[in-house]
């Protein structure tokens, strides 16, 4: 679960990180009344959304005064903000944080994540800031200061002076960076953070460590015992389909290919999208329906895939262990029906009680192709599409 660059930079100032203050509107209305809170000058304003590249996109902009700021704000406001990272479709700005400006004076790049592959937590810093960090660590990765650690250490005082010997700060920022490593690894573990980023943090000219940007990724898994976090949870940030999806206790992303998936288990969802890339066509989704699922589910999962109009065909690829091949073909069938299903099924079913649903299938009235394996499942779906 991501949040607002508002709420992630809330969150570090209640952990004793350093950021600018700041305040958030939701309507031209509102400016006056906000930023009486706030140092008069120059202001930046940004758009608040889950998307990384604003600046390049016209959502970050610095403004000499309150006139410039109201008219910034009008064009930002409720408009659509297109980046590298929303896709052609674009985000809809709905809330814009106006922030003091800062005197920059050098730009960093700090961050706390899980590293699932080492089962640590890593520290990532860069004297690059303000860029992306990837094309850093590609084009001049001595750049990159990587530290990894295990999840119940204490950050010890000889790692934290590892950590930032590479900004070659003074003795007072010292302090102060070392504070800010401490409060971050505090929030990753407290909160269930999967990525804190702080891109760029500074030093600005009056020699004070501030995190002009912040981004924070939570684990999704983790929000029944982080309620506090939960209720950041933007849905207007998310893709309407996963929302519903959540609800029903499915594992769905929507992709941009053009036939579905409906599979009980991820790795084998992750074979079935791979062999539908190997013939040559892309998959519309990740969908997990697990391995015990009811009728009910499977309904609202197959009636999640034919919700997206880029589908052409679908691919149903059960293995029933827990999961009852039976139950799955009911729920087809009863989703199949109540849309008026008309796009080519396959079907590969195996494991508990495939017979009886492949019987249940069968008998259907349902222009349903079945299959004997997974490969023979994804060739005949894309022969239906083709």
């Known amino acids: 679960?991501?949040?607002?660059?508002?709420?992630?930079?809330?969150?570090?100032?209640?952990?004793?990180?350093?950021?600018?203050?700041?305040?958030?509107?939701?309507?031209?209305?509102?400016?006056?009344e906000k930023i009486k809170d706030l140092k008069k000058g120059e202001y930046v304003l940004k758009?608040?959304?889950?998307?990384?590249?604003?600046?390049?996109?016209?959502?970050?902009?610095?403004?000499?005064?309150?006139?410039?700021l109201k008219e910034q704000a009008k064009k930002m406001l409720g408009k659509k903000l297109i980046t590298h990272q929303t896709g052609p479709e674009g985000r809809v700005v709905k809330t814009l944080y106006i922030e003091e400006s800062s005197n920059i004076h050098k730009e960093f790049y700090l961050s706390c994540l899980i590293d699932r592959q080492a089962s640590k937590i890593a520290f990532i810093c860069s004297t690059e800031g303000g860029m992306d960090i990837e094309k850093v660590a590609e084009e001049n990765p001595k750049k990159i200061f990587t530290s990894k650690f295990n999840i119940i250490d204490k950050l010890e005082e000889n790692e934290l002076n590892k950590l930032i010997k590479i900004f070659n700060l003074d003795e007072n920022q010292k302090l102060e960076a070392k504070?800010?490593?401490?409060?971050?690894?505090?929030?990753?573990?407290?909160?269930?953070?999967s990525l804190i980023e702080i891109n760029p943090l500074i030093i600005n000219k009056e020699k004070k460590i501030v995190c002009l940007d912040a981004k924070m990724t939570f684990d999704d898994n983790a929000m029944y015992?982080?309620?506090?976090?939960?209720?950041?949870?933007?849905?207007?940030?998310?893709e309407p389909a996963e929302i519903e999806a959540s609800k029903n206790d499915?594992?769905?992303?929507?992709?941009?290919?053009?036939?579905?998936?409906?599979?009980?288990?991820?790795?084998?969802?992750?074979?079935?999208?791979?062999?539908?890339?190997?013939?040559?066509?892309?998959?519309?989704?990740?969908?997990?329906?697990?391995?015990?699922?009811?009728?009910?589910?499977?309904?609202?999962?197959?009636?999640?895939?034919?919700?997206d109009k880029n589908v052409k065909g679908i691919l149903v690829n059960i293995f029933g262990g827990i999961m009852r091949c039976d139950v799955l073909a009911q729920g087809v069938i009863e989703a199949a029906k109540e849309t008026n299903m008309k796009v080519p099924l396959?079907?590969?079913?195996?494991?508990?009680?495939?017979?009886?649903g492949k019987k249940l299938l069968d008998e259907s009235g349902l222009k349903i192709l079945s299959a004997g394996n997974l490969n023979d499942a994804a060739k005949k779906i894309v022969e239906a599409i083709s």
């Open 346 to 356: 396959v079907v590969r079913l195996a494991g508990t009680k495939f017979e009886e």
């Open 47 to 68: 758009a608040q959304i889950h998307a990384g590249g604003r600046g390049k996109a016209g959502g970050v902009k610095l403004v000499k005064d309150i006139k410039e």
């Open 225 to 238: 015992r982080q309620p506090d976090i939960l209720k950041l949870r933007d849905l207007n940030e998310e």
């Open 1 to 32: 679960m991501n949040i607002h660059e508002y709420q992630a930079k809330k969150l570090l100032k209640l952990y004793g990180a350093p950021v600018s203050n700041g305040v958030i509107v939701k309507s031209l209305d509102e400016i006056d």
């Open 179 to 193: 504070k800010l490593l401490v409060s971050i690894y505090k929030i990753l573990i407290e909160k269930d953070a």
């Open 250 to 307: 499915l594992a769905y992303i929507k992709l941009n290919g053009s036939i579905g998936c409906m599979v009980n288990g991820a790795g084998l969802a992750m074979a079935t999208m791979d062999i539908i890339k190997l013939y040559g066509k892309e998959p519309a989704n990740f969908l997990d329906v697990g391995g015990g699922a009811s009728k009910e589910k499977v309904t609202a999962a197959f009636k999640l895939i034919l919700s």
